[in-house]
């Protein structure tokens, strides 16, 4: 089970640096568009993201093992 979480750890880290390499110019964009943003869009934002990586998750372990 040790192994699985560090595993997903180091899944979690390279898929969160891959936009950083690819293209810095519009990450930097979006934290901008972030900073500027309204508490409300940005919790609306994240509860979205919440819930699609939920159902990404029970997509995986259902269909995929």
């Known amino acids: 089970m040790q192994g699985y979480f560090i595993t997903v750890i180091g899944l979690i880290c390279f898929f969160e640096g891959l936009p950083y390499l690819a293209t810095p110019e519009q990450v930097k964009k979006w934290l901008q568009w972030l900073l500027d943003a309204k508490i ?3 919790r609306l934002l994240g509860g979205a993201l ?3 990586g939920l159902l990404l998750v029970y997509l995986g372990r259902r269909h995929g093992g």
């Open 50 to 52: 919440m819930l699609a």
């Open 40 to 42: 409300f869009h940005m």
